[in-house]
């Protein structure tokens, strides 16, 4: 950076693709224009334009035809509503090809607004009674199509293995093969059970995504079935109506789901995975953030995932530190290996790999176990 | 199509690019497992895999590196709910690169739940008394940084140079220098003031973008304030949150800002901006859709825009035609031209370009002339 930024100035860094330093000047300008006064030279007085237009700190080469523009915007306009936020930092834009956001620097006072995970990583541990040095695991059930009943009796089975998490499978909403309620009902019993059973404390999170005007009455219905957590898909609700969840009275852990992220490595357009999933997750509420781990279905590189569980745990305002979530097609044999590499503040997520097992509780005890020594002394091989 | 669709499977066709029909096909047959089941082959029992798989009806060439590859999807999986529609069109397969959306036809079933315009373009025609054959204007007061009642003379002065619709910068949400309140009285009191001293009947739509848990009063605010209808930019508050505005009590008229859409011409991802602001955006319950019209700050090709005009209005189930609303960066004098080349169904949206004139009622009434006369026998020059 040539200056220092004033704390109270939003940050955001663009990387301008198939350009020289010349035409991403120019883009540059002009969205620091686009994004705030949006109105042509000669429309706003001049002290005006010196007080609201985007400020352009700095353009600087990124690699052969790209270069990275940072440009700085005043709380004036930002203020510290999250959409607004948003809006500034990439609205407009978003419709312009070769316009990527890499990075997002929010101001303190939007920090201080923002309501940030509820619980974070150490209330899930409260919650899990997962001691600090131990990841976690959680399993999904699913497919859509299997009764409440048959979904119960797998996550009878998960919590008896010694999940820490069961959640709905993003894709179960309220279909009439497991319509929300009836589901909702027969899996949090049977995770009761289970735990009552065993002395274990596995939480069941029931995905809420859905009709964004009955979103109340599903997060009450939730609470009275006894889970202290939900799964939601903020990029298809909005991440505003998860502020909303993390800011208002139900007392509930989020669990994120990135699905309709629209989020990528190695895209020219778009928001990068860690600030999506990283930095506006976590500040817009979500207490674990689930995210397509390297090595899965959607060969995503480490270096993403690693730069997502950076962010959702490093220090950022009075913010808790959210749980990474590595999913999306682990291998369950190869769980213990991520986990080393990721820290034990890290929350596995397995599904199908699981599913697939003949023996499903033994499969559970065995990856339960292994999750559990994963990041002991000496697992780092 | 190899074989007719049953009109209550949704289709979605998906480009895949940089690939050859091998790979083509077996990322289809991935997808269609991927945004349904989500489990390995295997986990559910055969006729649960036939009954809820996604379909792949075809794969052909597009281009020369790219495949559109059909798949559809049973009704039992897809529900007729908004944001599930829209997780099983392009949930998770929106993190893979290489993979855009480009159609999308919904499920009978489900357009008929959907909610589509309230008034649509015969409604928006009534509420302004704009006769069918003309085009209608609608601008835009701005920028972000003046105060309730600079917006509001701003207003009065296009009101009274005969723009149809007065709608608030979608940047303009809650700022000091002009909070939502102040703004909405101030400007709402100037229009109907404009239009007691003209006998006009602009109308005055409100941004009401912003914290999701307290809409609902900026929606009672505006109708309280005299509005008919209001801005909304669905996709930053999330698309349910415009199709729960539109299927609630509110009587209010929604003129949808693209803003954050990450939709744009020529990307290997993404939703097709035909797709996100033509269908889903219209089905969503926007009357009005604004779009980045070509010639414009955005470098959109006119084919794209004729595609988003043409899906807003083109019969869609029982559901009413949208506005299209050409905006950004349209030159005022260009306006006629567009409008010549769009039809009449169409509402100009101008907003920094007029604000540049020094004589700004005169511009505005010549503009105003200008957007009656455009589609009049002869004008499509």
Known sequence: MTAPHASDRMVATYRLSRVDLDAATETAIAIAREQTLEVPPGVAEPDMEAALLGRVEEVVRAHEDAFDATISYTLAVTGTDLLQLINVAYGNVSLMNGVRLVDLVLPAPALDALPGPKFGIDGLREMT???????????????????????????????RGGAHVVKDDHGL??????????????VAQAVAESNAATGGRCAYFPNVTGPVDTLDERLDYSIAAGSTGVTVCPSLMGLDVM??????????????????????????????????????????GADAV????????????????????????????????????????????????????????????????????????????????????????????
């Open 173 to 186: 909403v309220d279909q009439p093969s497991a319509p929300f309620r009836e589901r909702v009902r027969a």
């Open 129 to 159: 009674g997962v001691a600090p040095g131990r990841p976690l695991l959680s399993v999904a059930i699913k497919p859509v199509g299997r009764s409440a009943t048959e979904l119960a009796a797998l996550a009878a089975t998960f919590a």
């Open 243 to 284: 502020r909303a969840i993390a800011g208002g009275p139900h007392r509930l852990a989020i669990l994120a789901h990135p699905t309709h992220g629209q989020a990528a490595p190695d895209r020219h357009e778009g928001i990068a995975p860690e600030v999506l999933y990283g930095t506006l997750y976590r500040v817009a």
């Open 290 to 381: 689930v995210y397509v781990n390297a090595g899965g279905r959607f060969s995503w590189p480490v270096e993403t995932c690693e730069a997502i569980s950076h962010r959702l745990r490093t220090p950022l305002g009075r913010h808790r530190a959210a749980m990474p979530v590595p999913a999306g097609g682990v291998e369950a044999a190869e769980g213990a290996r991520w986990l080393a590499r990721y820290g034990p503040d890290t929350m596995l997520l397995i599904g199908g790999s699981l599913l697939r097992q003949p023996d499903l509780l033994g499969a559970t005890r065995r990856l339960a176990e292994a999750v559990g020594e994963a990041c002991a002394s000496g697992a780092r091989a």
